[in-house]
């Protein structure tokens, strides 16, 4: 959003938004602050990701023992030589994406159980973990990511998020870079895949 857009959406008017980027060190009124509180709640998981990376970039490094940056856990749910994806709905662009499940660890949360509640909250999928396959920042996003191969339990795939997401589907792992543009990939998803494909069954 631009500043006018995200006043207009919490109902103050623009100058104050833009004395909140002038004079960060001021504490909100508690009306203030719940509203603020409140957006965030219900902006989309990736919106909340971006953020805690926006102000992880602008706080000092905590301390040992006083926390960890917040970051995203990215399930990659394999079955029978498929891929589980969702396609997102994305404001920035106008447009829709699609993407592997993705979910905000919150400090000192497993962000494996993440992983595995993201997906079944999204998309009615149970998983469970079978390998981390490591971490990065995301290219595009600019957002701290840890990347989870997944083996399917149970369930049927549905969008249990339509406020977020379009849709919902298995695509074929021969098939991913049509859905996904291969130089977003983390390479060690595509290998993971591969390998669970040369798995026997």
């Known amino acids: 959003m631009t500043g006018e857009e995200f006043a207009a959406s919490l109902g103050v008017a623009r100058r104050t938004v833009a004395s909140w980027h002038a004079r960060p060190e ?22 909340r990701a971006r953020f805690a990376h926006h102000m992880n970039q602008h706080l000092p490094a905590p301390e040992a ?15 029978a030589g498929h891929v589980l994806l969702v396609c997102r709905r994305d404001a920035e662009t106008a ?5 592997f499940v993705a979910g905000v660890v919150k400090p000192g949360a ?10 079944l909250a999204e998309t009615g999928i149970h998983c469970t973990v079978r390998a981390h396959l490591g971490s990065r920042v995301h290219p595009v996003t600019g957002v701290l990511c840890d990347y ?8 049927d795939a549905t969008n249990r998020d339509p406020d977020e997401n379009v849709s919902v589907i298995w695509a074929p792992r021969s098939s991913l870079t ?11 998803v595509l290998d993971a895949i591969e390998e669970d494909h040369e798995r026997p069954a």
């Open 26 to 47: 001021v504490v909100l009124r508690a009306d203030m602050q719940r509203v603020l509180d409140t957006a965030y709640e219900r902006a989309p998981a990736a919106a």
């Open 65 to 79: 023992g006083q926390g960890q940056a917040l970051t995203v856990a990215i399930a990659i749910v394999v079955k």
């Open 95 to 99: 447009g829709i994406t699609w993407q």
């Open 110 to 119: 497993s962000p494996e159980l993440a992983a595995v509640r993201e997906t």
């Open 148 to 155: 989870y191969v997944c083996d399917y339990l149970a369930g």
């Open 178 to 188: 049509r859905f996904i543009p291969p130089e977003q990939i983390y390479a060690p």
